[in-house]
């Protein structure tokens, strides 16, 4: 599989945003469907949102009204806006995405933290 290569974590003061890309190194394939699954430490990992291969989209309850994904019109890159950002959305973020193969791919993870 390809890894994915993620971006955009970082420190933020709560109510704060930030926005995560994801995309596969060397674009080298159209992402189909996609997920963005955080694990936060001593906690199992979860999925926050996913991504279907029409571009329905859905949300665990905790961030719905907060986060939005979305996936670039090229299927290049996928996106996970997050606003209104609380401590416990700290987390590593990680992305999965999968090609017209259903072969799925993980990114290294991104980290995330809300603090004031």
């Known amino acids: 599989q390809v890894p994915l290569v993620e971006s955009g974590g970082g420190l933020v003061q709560p109510g704060g945003s930030l926005k995560l890309s994801c995309a596969p190194s060397?674009?080298?394939?159209?992402?189909?469907?996609a997920a963005w699954y955080r694990q936060a430490p001593g906690k199992q990992r979860e999925m926050v949102a996913n991504?279907?291969?029409?571009?329905?989209?859905n949300y665990i309850d905790s961030v719905k009204g907060r986060f939005t994904m979305s996936r670039g019109n090229a299927r290049s890159t996928v996106y996970l806006q997050m606003n209104n950002l609380k401590p416990e959305d700290t987390a590593v973020y990680h992305c999965?995405?999968?090609?017209?193969?259903?072969?799925?791919?993980w990114g290294q993870g991104t980290q995330v933290t809300v603090s004031s």
């Open positions: 991504i279907t291969d029409t571009g329905r989209t």
């Open positions: 999965y995405a999968e090609d017209i193969l259903g072969l799925g791919s």
């Open positions: 060397g674009n080298i394939f159209a992402i189909q469907v």
